[in-house]
């Protein structure tokens, strides 16, 4: 095997594996990814001894990316602490969106993938630092925490998760209004974008997380 298939091979895994975690989840079964790169198991494992590795592979570039977002957000918060803290928390609403999973992204134990975890780390000191200049601006209300903010990102991943087929936007509305939650008195408001979402749409969307339940026979 040539040096240009090894690789070919690597890239192969790699893109199975993230199409593997965009649709199921960091936890996604690995011998599935083998047979959609239409490789072995053997194959696989050579590669990517662990799941660690595999993380590492596939989540490096995008956790670079969500850094690269916290220093631009940190650039607008030197002239506008809210823009930059209300910015933040939009743009990884909409990563969230596009089921790359930000809320998961930020939660998984990576004790086996030190690239990963210090990027991780990186990324919530400057949550820390976004949260805490809209605070010492009087922009955030001084009685929200950080904690406040990580229950926010995960109610977000679960108002998508719950909505997100009937009504691909709504979850903009509702990252809005929860934002209202952390501005101090005071702080002008923003008009809320889109419309609520109609009575059938929610009807349909709650009916469809609801697990289905075979009918006994008479």
Not at 38 to 47: D, I, M, P, Q, W
Not at 51 to 74: F, G, K, Y
Request: one cysteine or more; aromatic letters at 6%; hydrophobic letters at 45%.
């Amino acid at each position: 095997m040539t040096r240009r298939d090894v690789a070919r091979n690597r890239q192969a895994l790699v893109d199975a594996a993230r199409s593997a975690f965009t649709d199921h989840g960091l936890q996604a079964a690995l011998e599935p990814i083998a047979v959609a790169a239409g490789l072995g198991n053997a194959t696989l494992y050579r590669h990517f001894p662990t799941r660690a590795a595999l993380w590492e592979a596939v989540l490096v570039e995008p956790m670079h990316e969500v850094l690269d977002l916290v220093e631009h957000c940190r650039e607008l918060s030197a002239s506008d602490p809210w823009a930059g803290f209300a910015t933040f928390v939009r743009e990884t609403a909409a990563i969230e969106a596009r089921r790359t999973g930000f809320s998961e992204l930020m939660t998984t134990d990576y004790r086996d993938a030190p690239e990963l975890l210090r990027l991780r780390i990186a990324v919530q000191e400057g949550i820390d630092a976004l949260f805490a200049a809209g605070q010492q601006a009087g922009q955030i209300r001084a009685d929200a925490a950080l904690a406040d903010v990580a229950l926010l990102q995960l109610s977000i991943a679960t108002t998508i998760g719950t909505f997100g087929r009937v009504a691909p936007d709504a979850y903009r509305r509702w990252v809005d209004l929860a934002l209202d939650g952390f501005r101090a008195p005071g702080v002008p408001r923003e008009g809320l974008p889109g419309r609520p979402l109609r009575g059938d749409q929610v009807r349909r969307a709650l009916a469809e997380r609801q697990p289905t339940v075979p009918r006994q026979k008479a």
